[in-house]
């Protein structure tokens, strides 16, 4: 269930997309820039460590951290 794993778990996109709360399109945009943090599995399967994604977007995306 993807609705509520553990922070260990795997997440597909539609997952990590409510979690940051945006559409699975930006999130292909963030996969594309390298912004956020993925696992490839084979030709078409992607997954994300739900606890890799939060601390990748905490340090880029600090309130009053120097622009990059």
Known sequence: ???NPPDGD???K???ARLLGISVRTLDGLMATRKVPYLKIGRK???F???DV???LRERFQVGANPR
């Open 1 to 3: 269930n993807s609705a």
């Open 10 to 12: 795997l997440l597909d």
């Open 14 to 16: 539609p997952a990590v």
């Open 45 to 47: 399967i992607v997954r």
């Open 49 to 51: 460590h739900r606890q």
């Open 54 to 56: 939060i601390a990748h």
